[in-house]
């Protein structure tokens, strides 16, 4: 199907059940489409915590369970099936040169430098980090390559390490949004950004179209990130089929994560109910504040107990909290709303992929009118990353 076709449908899928992505659990807790919808809310809160486990880290399963009961979600699946490259390197890998990377990002850099073939021109690395990628692809396709890092440290130990491997790798410390940076995008390269997120990845498409760049492979990443209130469509067909997404919206799109630990999962639930029992403990004492959240903080305070908690986060906020408060009550008060919010969460979560291939197809479309041959595939499977959506656009000769 063409991108500009799959966006239509994709857009108008994700407008007609608004109600259902744009309910935000942690704020409301009988949103409207339960009404709209009761055999599927029915089904969600009569779920037990090992089911609500489950489906948590495995969105496929989530979506076969709750499809009998959202019928358009079938048609949402079969739009976001994209097939998964099956690229392998076309050389050895010096393991001495790459074996201090963790093994989830080493599988990450060599299914993303395998699924983009033979670079186009010298390489543009985009917001490069030490620069693996970029020292993966010149040893592989025996390129020049530029990694573009705004951290000077960073910069200095790519450095180091492009010249214990022998390669032709140059670091250009610049912001990504600086003029700087624009400088260092030109014609004759193929540009490469494995996760640069929001604002960041959004200049490099931007500055490769004004520039004619050659190719790109670009893997995005938080869309959130930017400085815009609400989204600002790349296309033409974006702007026509424009959801007006904020950034909490955003975040929808990349809130589907690879399986966590044990201790994790449960970390996670003390801090969301800590911080709904105190969002309980707000709406009791200063109910002008409700919607003010809570403040972010380090993940020890979370041991510290939940009046502790309450006591910092009131303080943070200018809250004076009285004497006598049932500490007991609002701790399982949260405890019970953390137990809602899971629940129907796994709903709003059906429809992170569709958002997130909407956010791309904009960018692919956007590629496209610039007078680019674009294609999207994975270019890994979700346990790896789920963050696997790759843009390959390569510019069309005049």
Known sequence: MPLASLFSELHLLLEQHQS??????????????????????QQVVALDEETVELLEQDPAEASKRFSPSLPDLNALIRLCQLSTLKAELPQNVDNRQFSHIPGRKWTQIAAFTASMG?????????????????????????VEVTSLEWDAVLCEEGEKLAYRAALPQRFVCADALDHRAAQEVKQNQHAVALHACGDLHGQLLRHAAEQSTAALTVSPCCYHLTRNALYQPFSISGERHNLALSREELRIAVQETATAPKRVQRLRGKEMS??????????????????????????????????SFCHWAAGEKGITLPDNLDWLGLEQEGQKRWHLVRRLSLVR?????????????????????????VTLARFTDRATTPRNLLIQAERIAL
Request: aromatic residues 14%; neutral net charge; hydrophobic residues 35%.
């Open 118 to 142: 033979q670079p186009k021109g010298p390489v543009l690395e985009w917001c490069a980090g030490k620069g693996h990628l970029g020292r993966l692809i010149g040893q592989q396709y025996q």
């Open 20 to 41: 259902i992505w744009r309910a935000n659990p942690f704020r409301e807790h009988n949103p409207d489409w339960m009404n709209a919808y009761p055999n599927l809310a």
């Open 274 to 307: 800590y911080r709904l029992g105190y969002q309980a403990l707000v709406e009791q004492v200063a109910p002008e504040q409700r919607d003010e959240g809570v403040p972010s903080c380090k993940k020890q305070r979370f041991g510290e107990g939940f009046a």
């Open 349 to 373: 979560s059906l429809f992170s992929r569709p958002l997130e291939l909407y956010l791309v197809l904009d960018r692919a479309c956007y590629l496209e009118e610039q007078g680019y041959r």
